[in-house]
């Protein structure tokens, strides 16, 4: 069983599909995440996470020390090479056409390598999904009705956003799942996420009871920011043609400024900006 937080998606997803070959392989880790910007509390968090879990306190200097440090960082390299190859070939040929082999060609790894870091494919798939899933909780989970919910909401659509810039792949992932009727992960949704989806908007509701925003529909605002911030990984080719231009990371804060303004606005809210960061 996979377990980030109160996202167990892994077991969800195994007990979904009980149907067709599975293939043998197990694991945890996640690449790490890119450097985000480090004076906003949700982006610094999701770093912090990813840090935590990949790295764990150990160095280059340790692992020349201590060999059980180094077998630590090869199955950490190991493990972040899988699971960008499973996004890659997921994302190409979805969970049905993705064989453990092709994964394993893909990360230039031996297909026992694979087996030995996971069990079954459905487990490598459901890790993919509560990676992505478990970023994007993660940025809005600790927000509370005290909170000032301009700051907040602003801060949640800047790392929902930079996670579109950095794991578009896993995200579309997630997009086609549910487009195609949320086979695996049907079970977390009406239970886990529906769960998480309800505690975040009493907070909204919160905010509206107390005068703070105006009396918006929850749930419709966190459809909305969901909408919005993921669009930009899984439209990205329709963003990229219109526009003329791959996005650059200028890009990317530029629409995280515009969808803060629109969103706040819509609630009533004054838009607060970042500082600039040099």
Not at 75 to 102: K, P, S, Y
């Amino acid at each position: 069983m996979i377990v980030f937080g109160q996202v167990k998606i892994a077991q969800t997803v195994s007990e979904c599909h009980k149907s067709g070959e599975e293939e043998e392989l197990t694991g945890l880790e996640w690449p790490p995440l890119p450097e985000a910007r480090q004076d906003s509390p949700a982006l610094a968090q999701i770093t912090t996470i990813m840090t935590l879990s990949l790295y764990s306190g150990s160095t280059m200097t340790d692992n020349k020390k201590d060999p059980n440090k180094k077998e630590g960082r090869i199955r950490q390299e190991n493990i972040a090479a899988i699971l960008t190859a499973a996004e890659d070939q997921f994302v190409l040929n979805g969970f049905r056409g993705t064989t453990i082999q092709a994964v394993a060609d893909a990360a230039g790894l031996p297909k026992a390598n694979v087996l030995y870091y996971f069990k079954t494919k459905s487990d490598l798939y459901g890790e993919v999904l509560a990676n992505i899933l478990n970023l994007w909780n993660s940025s809005f989970d600790q927000v509370t009705g005290d909170d000032d919910p301009a700051l907040a909401l602003a801060d949640y659509i800047r790392a929902k956003v930079e996670l579109s810039r950095t794991h578009p792949k896993a995200s579309r992932i997630y997009a086609s799942e549910v487009i195609h009727g949320a086979p695996y992960l049907s079970k977390y949704l009406r239970q886990s996420h529906s769960d998480w989806a309800r505690s975040r908007a009493s907070v909204i509701q919160a905010w509206v009871d107390q005068g703070r925003m105006d009396p918006i529909d929850p749930a419709h605002l966190l459809f909305l920011i969901w909408g919005a911030t993921q669009h930009y990984a899984d439209f990205g080719a329709q963003v990229t043609k219109v526009i003329g231009r791959k996005l650059t990371k200028k890009d990317y804060d530029g629409a995280t400024e515009s969808l803060i303004h629109i969103i706040l606005k819509g609630c009533g809210l004054e838009p607060v900006s970042l500082p600039e960061t040099s």
